[in-house]
């Protein structure tokens, strides 16, 4: 008989995460996300395989979570719904180089086919909580918001660059002018 389990497997994949977020793939080990979550590293083998079944179980645990914020978001129609919406996911912090720490993930979400899936599935959920938040536009909503959600993806990486006040202020700054430039140009 097995023993029962003190710490969930919730609390574990969430205690991964955060210590996915500190690190980079390379870096990442079953020892630093046990003392994290309070197990050893046998014990993540014993629940979730080995090391990228840990990653992919965090993953698809936090993408969960992420998709369930953007549904829990009010379902209102306008250009401030939708930057609340950015807002909601865009990572709190004026710090560019912990937020640089982050990037080696990218490198594995295009190259690793479960987690490139996971993120495809992140961000079609954003474009389509974006599209049915958005103003009357004179282009179609997908198109808009996928659109944003480059924008936002960009202002991102510029921020990285310039390093501007904090991340969610200079992406808020670059969607409005994003939602400004469309309506001049309908004018």
């Known amino acids: 008989m097995s023993r029962p389990k003190r710490i969930s497997d919730e609390a574990v994949l969430d205690a991964a995460i955060r210590v996915m977020m500190r690190t980079g793939p390379a870096d990442f080990t079953l020892a630093e996300a046990g003392r994290e979550a309070g197990v050893s590293a046998a014990t993540l083998l014993q629940r979730f395989g080995d090391k990228q079944g840990l990653i992919v179980r965090a993953l698809t645990r936090d993408v969960a979570q992420f998709v369930a914020r953007l549904q829990e978001a009010p379902l209102t129609r306008s250009r401030e719904a939708v930057l609340d919406l950015f807002w909601l996911v865009t990572p709190d912090t004026d710090d560019a180089e912990a937020f640089a720490d982050q990037l080696p993930w990218l490198r594995e979400d295009f190259r690793h086919p479960e987690l490139n899936r996971l993120s495809r599935e992140m961000f079609t959920a954003l474009r389509a909580a974006v599209a049915v938040r958005l103003p009357p536009l004179r282009v179609a909503p997908e198109t808009a918001a996928r659109l944003l959600e480059a924008q936002w993806q960009g ?7 310039f390093q501007e006040g904090r991340l969610p202020d200079y992406v808020a700054r670059a ?3 994003w939602f400004d430039a469309l309506e001049a140009a309908a004018a």
């Open 155 to 161: 202002a991102m990486n510029q921020w990285g660059f």
């Open 175 to 177: 969607l409005n002018e």
